[in-house]
Nanobody, 129 residues
Framework: QVQLVESGGGSVQAGGSLSLSCAVSGRTYSVYFMGWFRQAPGKEREGVAGIDRRGHKTYYTDSVKGRFTIFQDNDKNTMYLQLNSLKPEDTAIYYC??????????????????????WGQGTQVTVSS
């Protein structure tokens, strides 16, 4: 089993920054890919950013490219998401996600929720205009 515990989030004005972290415990060696998803009120959950833990390749949805940065600290078994230049449309609950499926490339599947094995509890990000 793998446990994911998120921290960070909060409220900020448009243009501001926030940091999210996700601590991984348990069978951490079985986690090959991690990501951040978000769900806004009345909308479907969507993949925001992802990272291949083996080689650190990163993925971003178009709406956050250049503003969000995903990175990890393997020594601390922690994944981070730095959110800069926040917009009101970034308001959502952000979820940490982990996958234990090994594959050559996550290029085509990094946003697929059906492949996520573990979820964090979610943390609220609110951006006011």
């Amino acid at each position: 089993q793998v446990q994911l515990v998120e921290s960070g989030g909060g409220s900020v004005q448009a243009g501001g920054s926030l940091s999210l972290s996700c601590a991984v415990s348990g069978r951490t060696y079985s986690v090959y890919f991690m990501g951040w998803f978000r769900q806004a009120p009345g909308k479907e959950r969507e993949g925001v950013a992802g990272i291949d833990r083996r080689g650190h390749k990163t993925y971003y949805t178009d709406s956050v490219k250049g503003r969000f940065t995903i990175f990890q600290d393997n020594d601390k078994n922690t994944m981070y998401l730095q959110l800069n230049s926040l917009k009101p449309e970034d308001t959502a609950i952000y979820y940490c996600a982990a996958r234990d499926d090994w594959t050559v490339s996550y290029d085509d599947t990094w946003q697929k929720m059906s492949l996520v094995k573990y979820w964090g509890q979610g943390t609220q990000v609110t951006v006011s205009s």
